[in-house]
């Protein structure tokens, strides 16, 4: 990718777990795991779990799954697509997800 993308984080939202499951299975070497698992994250903890944007081609360039415990957000998986790898998109969607465990009170 000769140009850089345009990145842009949002929250993840309910109807967004068919997109999860396919961009873990684009982003080896990521576990892929259930369907049911990823409609579960993207229903359940979709407060705590965001999606990378790419405004300049209209596509979606990676995920993370933020899964606040008690005190902490566990960063369940956090995924890239190979050729949006090396421009800085997941320490955008983690920076995003550190913000939100910040907000949340969340202490690790």
């Known amino acids: 990718m000769a140009i850089a993308p345009e990145f842009s984080v949002r929250q993840l939202e309910a ?14 070497p990521l576990d892929v795991l259930t369907p049911y698992t990823y409609w579960m994250v993207s229903h359940l903890y979709a407060s705590t779990s ?4 790419d405004g300049a081609r209209g596509r979606t360039a990676g995920f993370v799954m933020g899964l606040p415990l008690r005190d ?37």
């Open 50 to 53: 965001y999606v990378l944007e």
């Open 72 to 108: 902490l957000v566990f960063c369940w998986q956090l995924g890239v697509l190979p050729d949006y790898r090396g421009w800085g998109g997941s320490g955008m969607l983690f920076g995003q997800l550190a913000r939100r465990a910040v907000e949340l009170g969340l202490t690790k």
């Open 15 to 28: 109807g967004d777990s068919e997109l999860l499951l396919n961009l873990a299975r684009a982003c080896p």
